[in-house]
């Protein structure tokens, strides 16, 4: 093809829209001169070959060369999804390990599509052992290395070992750890979730929790709840009420962290198969309740901390931005108008701002304009620029060769697809367009977030305090907490068709109404459209907390004073805000030097570090109640006289995780009532540290008793010896006790004792003998 043509049919949107629209991949290869249109030939010719399980043929072409094995096709499938027996599935798994991980449009990887075509128990269990299963003799088969593929939870939730049938499925079951081994461990809590990776094949607890929970026929593939199932869930949904509990009394802390940690990893453990509504409902009303047990607790502690601030940075912080908003867009007047939000009521911020003071800023590029004619070699080489070459910064997963690229730029994943994106938006936008652009930003953050965190550090260096980054969540010595990388993309796409149906909304209302507009307004309209994955600035975030607030001032005044300053704030402080699910906190956008790119904007939390701590333990309920821990189900909050019914009790927080106040000045900006509240807290968490201290006391006191009790022999009465004291009262002194010595001295001076004891009893034994005798 004539360089000029290929430019040209580039160039065509037209054309551009059907390569999309039909997922033509090797078309789009050889459009952007990727491969040539005659290497296609050895490619088809080895899958029509592959199709027709022609084992020898299929050696010969891949002896001759020229196929590539990594070639997708519109479906997503490589040659290897098109196997029908195992030797040919062996084979190209030889040539191209790689590919045997690669799902298709279905999610579906090559074994899995050899499954469906050829389930049996010969490969099951050549694909379990690693080849054939040996006859007799073991309890267990031994485990190869792709067994993990064959128990492997699908985007469905379904495993290939769960549609095993008949024979198959009896073999299977002989080789996994049965539901007692569960069992067990859930009544250990302390060996959660650790304990669970010694159940058989090792490493494997959480495909094998699901294979017993949803194994069944009925239940993945029917979406009903068997009676074994229900009985499994329920005796499951024990567990998590006690780790709930633990968690709850939070002392000892490191057993309820940890309890916590095991509680999120079973929850995520646990969606459940894509066919089931709800898999947890045999114990959903429970657990409800338990989650808000623990969400009502982490909400009265942040009332409390918010409670007690005070001082001159605390009055600030409670009406910052001014006494009626607590959000503003460009609160110092830093950044340039935007002639694209011109005819917006509520402007905001985007990626590739402009300072009003100049400067070099970040430049979309080119082919994102609405109105731009393109090269669609020219995506590609700009998302190579700053993602990669297999574009694994822009996807934030490892990719295999340039078709695999191609693939991911057409399939337009995570609702930009064809067949996915929602047709009001498409009518002013090019989907794919906006899916690129969210890539390229995607790309750009990632491989840049570094420098972004060490720019932030930097930046925050002249506090009185040096930003100490965190090496776990945990890190109660660290107060620097940024983001281990960039937001995911799946994420950002999410974000991306909110902005979308936002600017919809606001065309719809203001520039197009739906009997048309003027061809200024819908131009005006597409751009907007267009610019969306730019309106998404919090792909690079930092938390930093602080002791109070105080230290929070300052550090927002040396944001304020650095390059390029503050350009958005969202103050959760504000006394007039909506009280944020997961504490206050103060929200700055502020850009970060980089490289030739221009300044990218990091979303900077600042935080009180009670509130980050509390929000550690607030972070499983809020989740839970969003539904992030669910397939499907968004579960409804109960009420707080239905949580009062199930604990009998009306709820008041343990006296023992009222906070203390951390602030250096008096209360005297605090109102009455507020004042009033606080005292009474504090009483009654005196109340409680005293009660809790005689409970210690009385604990020891019969501990010893118990212990003494123990240790001293049992005695007949007669054989105490009462002896007169000076004061002419009597004192009964018991036999010696007859317990191990700590010490030879101790032992020697026991056992003098005992021979005296032993000599005075003997006399006066042989006493009574003479004068019965006599």
């Not at 590539?68 to 519109?74: E, I, S």
């Not at 006859?135 to 699908?154: I, K, S, T």
């Not at 304990?195 to 094949?201: E, T, Y």
């Not at 960039?486 to 979308?500: D, F, I, T």
Request: with cysteine; aromatic share 8%.
């Amino acid at each position: 093809m004539p360089p000029e043509v290929g430019v040209e049919l580039r160039q065509d949107e037209r054309l551009r829209g059907l390569l999309v629209q039909s997922s033509a991949i090797q078309e789009t290869e050889v459009l952007l001169g990727l491969k040539s249109a005659f290497g296609q030939q050895p490619h088809a010719a080895l899958v029509e070959q592959i199709t027709a399980d022609s084992y020898d043929e299929v050696k010969r072409l891949l002896d001759e060369g020229g196929a590539d094995l990594m070639q997708r096709d519109p479906h997503g499938n490589l040659p290897a999804h098109h196997c029908r027996s195992i030797s040919v599935y062996r084979l190209l798994a030889v040539m191209e390990p790689k590919a045997m991980q690669v799902r298709n449009k279905q999610g579906q990887t090559p074994l899995e599509c050899l499954w469906d075509r050829a389930a049996s128990i010969q490969l099951l269990q050549e694909f379990w052992c690693g080849g054939p299963a040996p006859v007799g003799g073991e309890d267990h088969a031994p485990v190869g290395p792709e067994a993990g593929q064959l128990l492997r939870l699908d985007e469905h939730g379904v495993s290939l070992c769960m549609r095993a049938e008949g024979k198959a499925r009896d073999w299977l079951l002989e080789q996994l750890g049965p539901w007692d081994d569960f069992s067990k461990y859930f009544k250990m809590l302390e060996s959660l979730p650790d304990g669970l990776n010694k159940i058989s094949p090792e490493g494997h607890w959480r495909e094998v929790l699901a294979f017993h929970l949803f194994g069944e026929v009925d239940v993945w593939k029917d979406g009903k709840l068997s009676a074994q199932c229900q009985v499994r869930l329920e005796e499951f949904g024990v567990c998590l009420k006690l780790l709930c509990q633990r968690v709850l009394k939070r002392t000892p802390e490191p057993e309820a962290r940890h309890a916590l940690d095991a509680l999120e990893i079973l929850l995520e453990a646990t969606r459940g198969p894509a066919k089931l509504l709800d898999a947890r409902e045999p114990y959903r009303k429970e657990l409800n309740l338990e989650m808000l047990n623990l969400a009502t607790q982490c909400e009265a502690i942040h009332e409390i901390l918010y409670a007690m601030m005070s001082g001159q940075a605390a009055t600030w912080l409670k009406g910052f931005v001014d006494e009626k908003a607590w959000e503003k867009l460009d609160p110092f007047g830093l950044v340039k108008p935007d002639p694209i939000q011109q005819r917006r009521q509520r402007q905001k911020l985007r990626m590739d701002f402009e300072l009003a003071a100049g400067g070099r800023h970040l430049a979309a590029p080119a082919w994102v304009r609405a109105d731009m004619e393109f090269d669609f070699a020219q995506v590609l080489r700009d998302l190579r620029h700053v993602g990669g070459a297999a574009l694994e910064q822009c996807l934030g997963q490892e990719t295999c060769g340039d078709a695999d690229v191609i693939y991911r730029m057409l399939e337009g994943a995570h609702g930009f697809g064809p067949d996915s994106f929602p047709s009001d938006l498409a009518s002013f936008c090019e989907p794919s367009v906006a899916f690129w652009y969210a890539l390229w930003l995607r790309g750009l953050c990632q491989g840049r977030h570094d420098l972004v965190i060490k720019g932030l550090q930097h930046a925050l260096g002249v506090l009185d305090f040096k930003p100490l980054q965190a090496k776990h969540p945990w890190d109660k010595e660290a107060n620097f907490f940024p983001a281990m990388e960039a937001m995911g993309l799946e994420e950002l796409c999410a974000k991306v068709l909110e902005e979308m149906r936002d600017i919809y909304g606001e065309i719809r209302e203001t520039l197009v109404p739906e009997g048309g507009g003027d061809p200024d307004s819908e131009a005006l309209a597409r751009h907007l459209m267009a610019s969306a994955p730019g309106f998404v600035v919090c792909m690079n975030s930092a938390t930093l907390i602080f002791e109070d607030a105080d230290g929070l001032s300052e550090a927002f005044n040396v944001l304020k004073a650095s390059f390029g300053g503050i350009l958005q704030v969202w103050n959760a402080f504000h006394k007039k805000a909506p009280v944020a699910d997961d504490g206050r906190r103060l929200k700055v956008w502020v850009p970060v030097k980089t490289d030739r790119y221009g300044p990218l904007l990091a979303e900077v939390t600042l935080m009180l570090a009670d509130d980050y701590w509390e929000n550690c333990w607030h972070r499983l309920p809020l989740a839970y109640f969003c539904g992030g821990l669910d397939r499907h189900t968004t579960p409804t909050r109960p009420s707080t006289d239905a949580l009062e019914k199930y604990t009998k009790v009306k709820f008041q927080l343990n006296p023992a995780l009222i906070p203390e106040s951390k602030s250096k000045h008096i209360a005297s900006d605090v109102d009455e009532e507020t004042q009033r509240k606080m005292r009474e807290l504090q009483e009654r968490k005196a109340r409680e540290e005293e009660r809790l201290r005689q409970e210690e006391i009385k604990r020891k006191r019969e501990e010893l008793e118990r212990k003494l009790k123990e240790a001293s022999a049992d005695f007949d009465p007669d054989q105490c010896e009462v002896r007169e004291t000076p004061s002419g009262g009597t004192m009964i002194i018991r036999p010696p006790v007859e317990v191990l010595p700590k010490t030879k001295r101790c032992e020697a001076l026991q056992m003098k004792k005992l021979e005296q004891f032993n000599k005075k009893k003997a006399e006066k034994e042989a006493a009574k003998q003479e004068e019965a005798s006599g």
